[in-house]
């Protein structure tokens, strides 16, 4: 049988704890013996992921945010959901470039670099339920 | 971040040595620390120092952006130096490169 993995980390849509998500992500991806840029890859999506929760899902707001992490072979599983606004327009939101908040500097790169550093994305989005970001990368050795 | 240590002010250049993770929380706080820097002084140049970096997201690209919009997008106004390989290829990514200077790491050398 295929050897899997797996954890889920709720925590308050503070921006501080950006970071502890993406270091959660990179500890527990260590078990498939990633190379430092496949961590580097990992910890940016999540990054991106729950910031786009803290910014938008819930703008401000202090609500739950939960990631569920699963290893499956070589291959790890991010899911990241929010319960806020939802996007109305997902294809509009995954434009490079897009972004509803340019007065506060904010890139329009943030799915962009998801799609870019991970190797599938799905987001299931709907206006006032909330977003689940669904990410899979897989691990080359 | 510590005002004084990070932020050096050289005649009209602002050099910021940037954390160990530039993300969300601390693109914000730049921004402000700068913002205050740049109402009491002049500033022509903000240069980045990303020696002590070793993880950047989308809020530092914006950040990057956000400065180089405030300091009237001229050519070389804003620079990025001593980028490691993930923050190169992040900058790369975003385009960034096209308006603002970028030096890599000298001890990296060529990937």
Request: charged share 25%.
């Amino acid at each position: 049988m295929e050897h899997t993995n797996e954890m889920t980390l709720i925590f308050d849509s503070r921006p501080v704890n950006e970071g502890l998500a993406r270091v959660t992500a990179a500890s527990f991806l260590t078990q498939l013996n990633p190379t430092l840029e496949e961590v580097a890859d990992v910890k940016t999506a999540v990054s991106e992921a729950v910031t786009n929760c803290i910014i938008h899902g819930y703008e401000g707001e202090v609500h739950k945010i939960r990631m569920d992490l699963k290893l499956a072979g070589g291959d790890l599983f991010v899911d990241i959901t929010d319960h806020g606004t939802g996007i109305a327009d997902v294809k509009k939101a995954m434009e490079p470039l897009y972004t509803t908040k340019p007065d506060k500097d904010r890139s329009g790169m943030g799915f962009t670099f998801m799609e870019a550093f991970m190797d599938e994305i799905t987001v299931e989005s709907a206006p006032g339920k909330g977003t689940c970001v669904r990410m899979k990368k897989t691990i080359r050795r | 971040m510590n005002e004084k240590n990070e932020y050096e002010l050289d005649g009209t250049s602002l050099t910021v040595h940037l954390p160990a993770e530039v993300d969300h929380p601390v693109s914000d706080s730049v921004r402000k620390l700068s913002d205050r820097i740049m109402g009491r002084n002049y500033i022509r140049t903000m240069i980045f120092d990303f020696k002590g970096t070793c993880f950047m997201d989308s809020s530092g690209i914006g950040l990057l952006m956000g400065r180089y919009r405030a300091l009237g997008m001229k050519k070389g106004c804003v620079k990025a130096v001593n980028v490691n390989g993930h923050i190169h290829r992040i900058l790369q990514l975003s385009g960034v490169h096209r308006y603002i200077e970028i030096q890599r790491n000298q001890e990296e050398g060529e990937e």
